[in-house]
């Protein structure tokens, strides 16, 4: 196919796919097929496979293309993105059109009603008529750069259809999960062992926070487009629905229940209505919005705070129900935290049969008084999570037991501790607890960690409901045959993974102090703890006042170890692990350290960015923190150094604005070497 001939099939195929896109997604009307579809994306991806001169920003196939971002870049917004007023009452949402009336004047204004949508509110931005930026709304003033993970959203137009669109549009939506996409993104997220989300709204907030927008692109985000921002060059219509439409004829979403309704009596019914089908719709709402319609209005109307005058949140009641509180149980968590649950009588709430409850901690048992045998009022909070909001007093039996947490773990008998300040309890046996020993293998394996290659989540699933593994020891202790007979494995795989368990031995003492799981013990505090002790015994023998005595290490982290090391279980484990301590990489105490003076490096704040030919990252870091330097992840005022190897990133240019000194490869390697 000749370069003009190809132009103009890529001209056609986009507009093509284009039409397509605004039936399916802003008409909900598909014309086609989704194969015929599919063909259609493959022809143009084909061509312009062939042809990358024609790639444009704008075309359908540049939904995903950017690399994963290393920090999301701050955006200003021209005009602030406002939170909106809460009324809970029909007679707050009369005294709202009162207000408005005695304002503009006139018998009766007419609103524009639409569901408030418990999802994301963002910003996006085009220019003549292509998309070139999208932001979250932040604090109102200030949000951050979600550009890439927006583009991947099916439903949001890289470029605007049709015509009449001002040169400069600033669109503003919300961005939500379908109950369904909900579900089965959940589904996903178990069966390969991630976090599950609470909620829709929680999932669409992580997902379109993702720094890697191919994570993003696998999330069933969707959007509906409700009101603008910036317009330059060029006029909306005089009315806030008209807009609106014509936002649906540029290819934006907008929301099928949008309405008009004539004065408060009109919006009240508006309200009931939804509220009624609030149970059938695909997506979590969570109350209405009325804004007046005519735009000269609104803009008589003014704002007051950080709210505009024209608007109101009409907010739906939370769905609660009474039941009876049959018993309190304790979950311990992947990470130690003890939960104490509500064990309830069933109870529908919201169409939903609730059986649990969370009671969240301690604090929020005694603070709402709940006793086993308690009359209680149920809400699934965020139309998810079930809680329980109070106690009715009036239907206490006269006999009912109050809960207090356990001082031993409900699952491993080790010691439980709360530290002053703090409203979890933990159970102390990380090293030895059941209920932890999953989330205690994965992160002892974990590459920053013990690297044992090959030991993913899906096999420490399996090693643990086979009973092969109760304790991190006992993987020096698997056998080959064992291993084998695992699903999915083989004799080559189990070889595999016993040749990196065996290799894993030769490690250093930072890296197999993270490896345990300390509380608050991250890379750089065990790398200072190694390097100040230089034995795992001179660590384990450490009181309190000797641990403060680190640089680095205050009373809470002092705490967590001397607690941690002093755990029978856990020091059972650690005395298992011997033909692994026998081989650790020890340093030598260093003296000059402890008579509290500093490493040559220490007090200065280092960031790594780019590729570095000489070694790895994680090499360029253990170096800096071995002669006593800090590594941190993002370019502050704090910063001292950014060391930039090969194609740096946003972090060099923002090290360049803040004046921070940025060295290249070479004069890195000379600082490493001249101390």
């Known amino acids: 196919m000749s ?20 039936q399916y997604h802003v008409l909900d009307s598909p014309e086609i097929p989704d194969t015929e579809y599919d063909g259609l994306f493959k022809e143009l991806l084909s061509i312009e496979d062939s042809h990358p001169e024609l790639i444009t920003p704008g075309s359908p196939t540049q939904r995903v293309g950017a690399t994963p971002l290393e920090e999301f870049a701050k955006v200003k917004h021209d005009i602030p993105m406002l939170s909106l007023s809460n009324a809970f009452s029909d007679q707050e949402i009369q005294d709202f059109d009162r207000r408005v009336r005695d304002r503009v004047g006139g018998a009766s204004i007419e609103y524009v009603a639409e569901p408030k949508m418990d999802g994301v509110a963002v910003s996006l931005l085009y220019e003549d008529g292509v998309l070139i930026r999208g932001a979250t709304r932040g604090d109102g003033l200030t949000g951050e750069d979600v550009t890439h993970n927006v583009r991947t959203i099916g439903s949001v137009p890289l470029r605007l259809l049709g015509a009449g669109y001002p040169r400069v549009l600033e669109v503003r939506g919300e961005v939500y999960m379908t109950t369904q996409g909900f579900e089965a993104l959940n589904v996903r997220q178990r069966q390969h062992d991630r976090k599950v989300f609470a909620n829709p709204r929680n999932a669409a907030a992580g997902s379109l926070r993702q720094l890697d927008p191919r994570v993003t692109v696998e999330r069933p985000l969707e959007i509906f487009f409700h009101s603008f921002g910036k317009v330059d060059d060029g006029e909306l219509l005089q009315t806030h629905y008209d807009t609106l439409m014509r936002f649906r004829d540029w290819g934006l979403r907008v929301c099928p229940e949008t309405r008009t309704a004539m004065g408060w009596q009109q919006c009240l019914e508006y309200y009931q209505d939804l509220l009624n089908r609030r149970g059938h719709l695909d997506y979590a709402v969570d109350g209405v919005v009325y804004k007046v319609n005519a735009i000269e209005q609104q803009r008589e109307l003014g704002f007051i705070s950080r709210a505009p005058r024209w608007a109101i949140a009409h907010k739906f009641p939370a769905e609660e129900e009474l039941t009876k509180l049959l018993d309190i149980s304790v979950q311990v968590g992947r990470t130690g935290t003890l939960t104490p649950v509500a064990r309830l009588e069933p109870v529908s709430v919201g169409g939903v049969t609730v059986t649990n409850a969370t009671l969240h901690n301690q604090d929020e048992v005694e603070r709402k008084d709940v006793r086993v045998g308690d009359t209680v009022i149920v809400r699934r909070a965020g139309d998810v999570i079930p809680e329980i909001v109070a106690v009715v007093r009036s239907k206490r039996p006269k006999r009912t037991r109050r809960f207090k947490l356990p001082t031993k773990c409900p699952v491993c008998e080790s010691d439980v501790v709360r530290r002053e300040g703090e409203a979890a309890a933990r159970c102390t046996g990380g090293l030895f607890c059941p209920a932890q020993r999953r989330e205690a293998i994965r992160h002892f394996a974990s590459r920053r960690a013990m690297d044992i290659e090959g030991l993913g989540d899906k096999l420490v699933e399996q090693l643990d409901e086979q009973g092969l593994v109760h304790d991190l020891a006992d993987l020096y202790k698997l056998k080959l045959e064992d291993i084998a007979e695992l699903e999915h494995m083989g004799r080559k795989s189990a070889a595999n993974l016993i040749e990196a368990l065996e290799a894993s031995k030769d490690t250093t003492l930072a890296r197999f102090l993270y490896a345990l799981g300390i509380r608050d013990v991250g890379e750089t505090t065990a790398q200072t703890l190694a390097t100040y002790y230089g034995s795992l015994a001179g660590l384990m023998r450490a009181n309190r006042d000797d641990l403060q ?80 330097a800090k590594v941190v992840g993002s370019v502050s005022k704090k910063t001292d150094y950014v060391v930039a190897g090969a194609d740096p990133g946003s972090k060099a240019t923002k090290a360049m604005k803040l004046g921070v000194t940025t060295l290249d490869e070479d004069r890195f390697l000379d600082l490493i070497q001249d101390n």
Do not use: C, W
Request: net charge positive.
């Open 549 to 628: 005595r680190v640089p680095d290490v205050g009373p809470v982290v002092a705490d967590n170890i001397y607690t941690f090391f002093r755990e029978k279980h856990n020091q059972r484990v650690i005395n298992k692990l011997k033909p692994v301590i026998g081989r650790l990489k020890q340093p030598r105490p260093n003296p000059t350290t402890k008579l509290g003076h500093t490493l040559p490096l220490s007090n200065k704040t280092f960031v790594l960015t780019g590729t570095l030919t000489s070694m790895s990252r994680d090499k360029a870091k253990a170096a800096l923190q071995a002669l006593g």
């Open 3 to 22: 370069n003009a001939s190809s132009r103009a099939r890529v001209k056609e195929l986009r507009k093509l796919i284009d039409h397509h896109n605004y």
